[in-house]
Nanobody, 120 residues
Framework: QVQLVESGGGLVQPGGSLRLSCAAS????????MGWYRQAPGQQREWVAG???????NYLDSVKGRFTISRDNAKNTVYLQMNSLKPEDTAVYYC??????????????WGQGTQVTVSS
């Protein structure tokens, strides 16, 4: 079993910044892709950013130039630096990890979610 623990959400004014963290622990041999998703009230969950084990990144168009995803493979942790936040970024943010277990089986895991609210 693997646990993903998120932290770093909160309330911030428009134009402000937040940094989310997501640490994976448990039965982990390695982690392939890691990513961040978000879900606003009444909306479906949407992909925000992804990063491969080699560090290649991709972003939702609306966050390009404002958000930066990174990872520390030694700590099995993924980060999301969010700058120039807008009210429309308000959502619950979830991390996702594609985990290879010690047995070499593969499972996708989700964090519990962390609330990000952008408001004046």
């Amino acid at each position: 079993q693997v646990q993903l623990v998120e932290s770093g959400g909160g309330l911030v004014q428009p134009g402000g910044s937040l940094r989310l963290s997501c640490a994976a622990s448990g039965n982990i041999f390695s982690i392939n892709d890691m990513g961040w998703y978000r879900q606003a009230p009444g909306q479906q969950r949407e992909w925000v950013a992804g990063i491969t084990s080699g560090g290649h990144t991709n972003y939702l168009d609306s966050v390009k130039g404002r958000f930066t995803i990174s990872r520390d493979n030694a700590k099995n942790t993924v980060y999301l630096q969010m700058n120039s936040l807008k009210p429309e970024d308000t959502a619950v943010y979830y991390c996702n990890a594609d985990v290879i277990h010690i047995s070499r089986s593969r499972t996708s895991y989700w964090g519990q979610g962390t609330q990000v609210t952008v408001s004046s």
